[in-house]
């Protein structure tokens, strides 16, 4: 990697979107929380910095701040609304409580050239979202555009190649946004796209088996995406030096535990091990309604079973693990006074120790530095099966956080069923391509109905559906009443012991995509 961007983290919810973007002009992009001392900086060989948003007010200085130093080291920087509010206060600019706060779609109106503006018009939509604003820039910048409610909405200094923007150019509600970013990575920091992912599958191999050598590598398998890759990339490198646990913990959705065991078993050179445990699970979470209790309950569990399994291989080699990028990056949150910001929302199912009685000569993570759509991309490559690569995002605990109220075989069968009514009936009318994820939930409630001349008091299942580029935020996706409605006497009529559908039309935020 001769090129680099750092994105250094001051809480903004954006931090790994920005990332992304930057990676998708071939240019490598790395996150770093504001903690991150300058010495390291300066010694990483950045070309160009970007400081992210952020909830704070940089007046307030239990928010998160950074030495000035950071600003004459030589390479670029952009902030990004609180970097852009930050890289004032950094130069004794003046940020103050905006008389009018703007939050989303603004016009933004540029008023002197820039080498950001290249190939952007003097009129465009961009995304805003901030209280405070820039009352008096810094010395030595320049206003560069505005909005009717924010007199500086953007600025630079040429000389000191320092640039600043008021809103979020990351996300996909900027018209011109990307525009900007590529323009900031390449007319600015002068890079040329030198990072591919084409020869990653090579290399990644070639080390791979320079590091285990005669060795053998445990994986724990879960049948999602990155496990899946991890374990392609793993089985190519040293065949059946590579074990694979797979845990079927029973709240999988149909018939899925056997599609990922005849998966692994016909494509690829491994020792593949199932563990079926469905019964110990339930017992485990039998009257528990709690969402975050459920969580963690289940992922300790997991990993009981998946430790009790592994002590019987052989423990003379390596732990090989699915991480990804995201899984990786220490949030740059600061200090809050507000403890709502630093509530747990939903506790990570895999962030569980490794016992101390097992010892392995190291831990493997092929695909560490990568975003979930680079894994993607190299899932293809290794010729995974589309229907695995593409497959809906499904929560590390299963079905248990799809079912509101307490878990029980039967909830457990309903739910499968209802969701693989969904997920057939959209797969038949190709309607899936236009989702980001899709999926049932068991809401724990019940309504009267009537079928035949019976009255029945059965379950109501809600269907979920939404489109998205980053899961950081969501719509509600608008599927079409007549594959609604027959989604919907699908399932009342296949599935017993459902009377009632429902549709989820909350957006995110203020809802998750999950409901728990």
Same mark, same amino acid.
């Given at each position: 990697?001769?090129?680099?961007?750092?994105?250094?983290?001051?809480?903004?919810?954006?931090?790994?979107?920005?990332?992304?973007?930057?990676?998708?002009?071939?240019?490598?992009?790395?996150?770093?929380?504001?903690?991150?001392?300058?010495?390291?900086?300066?010694?990483?060989?950045?070309?160009?910095?970007?400081?992210?948003?952020?909830?704070?007010?940089?007046?307030?200085? &239990?928010?998160? !701040?950074?030495?000035?130093?950071?600003?004459?080291?030589?390479?670029?920087?952009?902030?990004?609304?609180?970097?852009?509010?930050?890289?004032?206060?950094?130069?004794?600019?003046?940020?103050?409580?905006?008389?009018?706060?703007?939050?989303?779609?603004?016009?933004?109106?540029?008023?002197?050239?820039?080498?950001?503006?290249?190939?952007?018009?003097?009129?465009?939509?961009?995304?805003?979202?901030?209280?405070?604003?820039?009352?008096?820039?810094?010395?030595?910048?320049?206003?560069?555009?505005?909005?009717?409610?924010?007199?500086?909405?953007?600025?630079?200094?040429?000389?000191?190649?320092?640039?600043?923007?008021?809103? !979020?150019? #990351?996300?996909?509600?900027?018209?011109?946004?990307?525009?900007?970013?590529?323009?900031?990575?390449?007319?600015?920091?002068?890079?040329?796209?030198?990072?591919?992912?084409?020869?990653?599958?090579?290399?990644?191999?070639?080390?791979?088996?320079?590091?285990?050598?005669?060795?053998?590598?445990?994986?724990?398998?879960?049948?999602?995406?990155?496990?899946?890759?991890?374990?392609?990339?793993?089985?190519?490198?040293?065949?059946?030096?590579?074990?694979?646990?797979?845990?079927?913990?029973?709240?999988?959705?149909?018939? &899925?535990?056997?599609?990922?065991?005849?998966?692994?078993?016909?494509?690829?050179?491994?020792?593949?091990?199932?563990?079926?445990?469905?019964? !110990?699970?339930?017992?485990?979470?039998?009257?528990?309604?709690?969402?975050?209790?459920?969580?963690?309950?289940?992922?300790?569990?997991?990993?009981?079973?998946?430790?009790?399994?592994?002590?019987?291989?052989? #423990?003379?080699?390596?732990?090989?693990?699915?991480?990804?990028?995201?899984?990786?990056?220490?949030?740059?949150?600061?200090?809050?006074?507000?403890?709502?910001?630093?509530?747990?929302?939903?506790?990570? !199912?895999?962030?569980? #120790?490794?016992?101390?009685?097992?010892?392995?000569?190291?831990?493997?993570?092929?695909?560490?530095?990568?975003?979930?759509? #680079?894994?993607?991309?190299?899932?293809?490559?290794?010729?995974?099966?589309?229907?695995?690569?593409?497959?809906?995002?499904?929560?590390?605990?299963?079905?248990?956080?799809?079912?509101?109220?307490?878990?029980?075989?039967?909830?457990?069968?309903?739910?499968?069923?209802? =969701?693989?009514?969904?997920?057939?009936?959209?797969?038949?009318?190709?309607?899936?391509?236009?989702?980001?994820?899709?999926?049932?939930?068991?809401?724990?409630?019940?309504?009267?109905?009537?079928?035949?001349?019976?009255?029945?008091?059965?379950?109501?299942?809600?269907?979920?559906?939404?489109?998205?580029? =980053?899961?950081?935020?969501?719509?509600?996706?608008?599927?079409?009443?007549?594959?609604?409605?027959?989604?919907?006497?699908?399932?009342?009529?296949?599935?017993?012991?459902?009377?009632?559908?429902?549709?989820?039309?909350?957006?995110?935020?203020?809802?998750?995509?999950?409901?728990?």
């Amino acid at each position: 990697m001769n090129e680099k961007i750092l994105v250094l983290d001051f809480g903004g919810q954006y931090n790994q979107l920005i990332a992304r973007r930057v990676r998708d002009f071939n240019v490598y992009a790395e996150i770093l929380p504001y903690t991150t001392d300058l010495e390291t900086i300066k010694a990483n060989g950045y070309k160009g910095i970007i400081f992210t948003g952020g909830p704070n007010s940089v007046f307030d200085m &239990e928010s998160p !701040h950074y030495t000035k130093d950071i600003l004459d080291i030589g390479v670029p920087v952009l902030g990004i609304c609180y970097g852009c509010q930050l890289i004032a206060w950094m130069g004794d600019g003046k940020v103050a409580t905006a008389p009018v706060s703007e939050y989303g779609k603004i016009e933004l109106q540029l008023s002197k050239d820039s080498l950001l503006w290249e190939n952007v018009p003097e009129k465009s939509v961009v995304w805003m979202s901030h209280t405070d604003y820039i009352s008096e820039p810094p010395k030595g910048f320049e206003i560069i555009a505005k909005t009717d409610n924010c007199p500086c909405a953007a600025m630079q200094n040429v000389d000191r190649k320092l640039y600043a923007v008021q809103f !979020h150019p #990351e996300v996909t509600h900027s018209e011109y946004g990307n525009q900007m970013l590529r323009n900031f990575v390449f007319n600015v920091c002068g890079c040329t796209g030198d990072w591919k992912m084409d020869s990653f599958i090579d290399t990644t191999v070639e080390k791979l088996r320079e590091k285990i050598g005669d060795k053998k590598v445990v994986l724990g398998l879960s049948g999602g995406v990155d496990s899946s890759v991890a374990a392609a990339l793993l089985s190519r490198a040293v065949g059946k030096q590579l074990t694979c646990v797979f845990v079927d913990q029973g709240l999988m959705r149909k018939d &899925e535990g056997d599609f990922v065991e005849k998966t692994f078993t016909s494509l690829f050179d491994m020792n593949f091990v199932r563990v079926n445990c469905g019964d !110990h699970f339930l017992a485990m979470l039998k009257g528990v309604v709690d969402p975050e209790q459920k969580r963690k309950i289940i992922g300790t569990e997991f990993y009981k079973v998946f430790w009790d399994e592994v002590r019987k291989q052989a #423990e003379d080699g390596f732990f090989a693990q699915g991480t990804i990028y995201p899984d990786r990056i220490e949030s740059g949150k600061g200090k809050s006074k507000d403890k709502a910001n630093t509530a747990v929302i939903k506790t990570h !199912h895999n962030m569980v #120790e490794k016992p101390s009685d097992i010892q392995f000569l190291g831990t493997i993570e092929p695909l560490k530095d990568l975003f979930k759509d #680079e894994v993607r991309k190299v899932g293809e490559m290794l010729g995974i099966p589309h229907e695995l690569v593409w497959r809906q995002p499904f929560p590390g605990p299963g079905l248990g956080v799809r079912i509101v109220g307490d878990i029980t075989a039967e909830k457990i069968r309903i739910l499968q069923d209802a =969701d693989f009514v969904l997920r057939d009936e959209m797969a038949k009318n190709g309607y899936e391509k236009n989702l980001s994820q899709f999926f049932c939930v068991y809401t724990g409630s019940k309504s009267v109905g009537v079928m035949g001349d019976h009255r029945t008091y059965e379950n109501v299942i809600a269907i979920r559906a939404v489109t998205t580029d =980053d899961f950081m935020t969501a719509d509600w996706a608008r599927i079409p009443y007549d594959i609604l409605a027959t989604v919907s006497n699908r399932i009342t009529n296949e599935v017993d012991g459902v009377n009632r559908i429902v549709y989820d039309i909350t957006s995110k935020p203020p809802g998750t995509v999950e409901w728990e």
